[in-house]
């Protein structure tokens, strides 16, 4: 059967996606909201959130995933993996693996979404980046997630922008956005995460930016706060 979905939010298991799916079923906008997880658990989102299983990783599941629905408003993919690992202490299979899920997980839910994407009524591809893809703040930054998760992050925003290239005459809406410092399972791994926003803070900082969100911002890289980061 083919589902029509107004926001597939990919990796909802926990930490900001799972608040993104819960706050945009709270706000019952309309339409079905979709919260894709590697273990597909029913206990974490509200009754009434459609779960779907998808690792980024495995074409197939992605694929599979996809292929169950017909039209998509609003992609956001905000699955990825990060640690503060260093650039010289990562081998190259590390460095693989942040480009594996972080990068090329990406592009293949985007490309494996875009026939459904291409149906919706916004298409709407937002990705999850962060300030540690900056090459500009990154130069000469003594902390935060640096190395391989920086250099993935600088590339999710390169894929961000030629997918504004290449979709914006369709009238596509990319965009790129750093969703603060937030206490999750990757944010406690500075400092412990005092100081962090909370999820829900986050979700809602970041969903406030997309209620209002216009084609004419696509191709931009935003702070949560709505204010642009230099690349
Ligand atoms: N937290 C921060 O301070 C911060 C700052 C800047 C940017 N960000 C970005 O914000 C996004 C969300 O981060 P977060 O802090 O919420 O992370 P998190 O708490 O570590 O959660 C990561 C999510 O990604 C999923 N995931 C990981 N690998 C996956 C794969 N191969 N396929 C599908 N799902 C996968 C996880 O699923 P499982 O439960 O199955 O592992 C989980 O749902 C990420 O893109 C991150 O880079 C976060």
């Known amino acids: 059967m083919s589902h029509t979905a107004s926001h597939v939010v990919i ?9 993104l799916a819960k706050q945009l079923f709270e706000q ?4 079905t909201i979709v919260g ?5 658990d029913e206990s974490v989102l509200p009754k009434g959130v459609q779960i779907e ?3 980024m990783t495995k074409q197939s599941s992605v694929d599979s995933c996809a292929a169950k629905f017909g039209a998509i408003d609003t ?14 202490g990562s081998d190259a299979s590390l460095l693989s693996s942040y480009l ?12 494996a979404f875009l026939p459904a994407l291409r149906k919706g009524k916004k298409k709407q591809i937002i990705l999850l980046s962060s300030t540690s893809g900056s090459c500009d703040l ?7 997630f640096q190395g391989p998760y920086s250099v993935s992050k600088t590339a999710t925003n390169s894929l961000g922008i030629q997918y504004h290239n290449e979709l914006k005459d369709e009238g596509f809406t990319v965009l790129l956005i750093h969703p603060g ?9 500075i400092n412990d995460g005092r100081g962090a926003k909370t999820t829900q803070q986050s979700a809602s900082d970041i969903l406030k930016i997309l209620s209002n969100l216009k084609p004419e911002q696509s191709g931009s890289y935003l702070r949560e706060t709505g204010e642009p980061l230099n690349w």
């Open 11 to 19: 990796g909802a298991s926990r930490g900001i996606g799972n608040d």
């Open 28 to 31: 019952n906008a309309g339409g």
């Open 36 to 40: 894709t997880m590697r273990k597909a």
């Open 53 to 55: 299983s998808l690792d």
């Open 75 to 88: 992609l956001i993919v905000n699955a990825a993996m990060g640690s503060p690992d260093t650039m010289l």
């Open 100 to 111: 594996e899920t972080n990068v090329v997980g990406t592009h293949r839910a985007v490309l």
């Open 138 to 144: 990154q130069r000469n930054e003594p902390s935060g």
């Open 181 to 189: 410092w937030v206490a999750t399972d990757m944010g406690k791994q």
